[in-house]
């Protein structure tokens, strides 16, 4: 008998959680697909040990990704991207460090990062079953 019946709550969180994961899986694709840009993206932002942090940039949202799709530790994927959103968020939008029409525009993108990524990430974590309903 399956604990989890697949009703429509459920069959919305499966799409909320594709939608969710292919974001993810499409950043971190372009990034190594793309990793000189990526490279000088980060190095125009003065992060360090820049090559690691794409490399690790890249792991985090494509396995992140993937065990959001696949439904494999679905509440630990979804912790560690929130987590990663914020982090790169707060890293990659710095509006406190820039002024005027640009303070604006970066404080806009932090904005709509932590009031609308990180709420849909914790969402899967906290109504997720710990154990994948059967399809």
């Not at 906290?126 to 309903?133: K, L, N, Q």
């Amino acid at each position: 008998m399956n604990a989890y019946p697949m009703r429509s709550g459920n069959r919305a969180l499966l799409v909320a959680r594709l939608c969710l994961a292919a974001v993810f899986i499409y950043s971190g694709a372009t990034k190594l697909v793309g990793w000189g840009d990526a490279t000088g993206e980060f190095e125009a932002l003065g992060i360090p040990l820049t090559p690691l942090a794409v490399a690790a940039t890249v792991a985090v949202q494509l396995f992140g990704g993937l065990a959001l799709a696949t439904g494999w530790q679905v509440r630990v994927a979804a912790l560690a991207l929130a987590s990663f959103t914020i982090f790169a968020t707060l890293i990659g939008h710095p509006f406190w460090r820039v002024e005027g029409t640009e303070l604006q525009h970066q404080l806009t993108i932090t904005l709509e990062h932590l009031e609308r990524d990180v709420p849909i990430e914790v969402s899967v974590i906290t109504r997720w079953p710990a154990r994948m309903p059967d399809v």
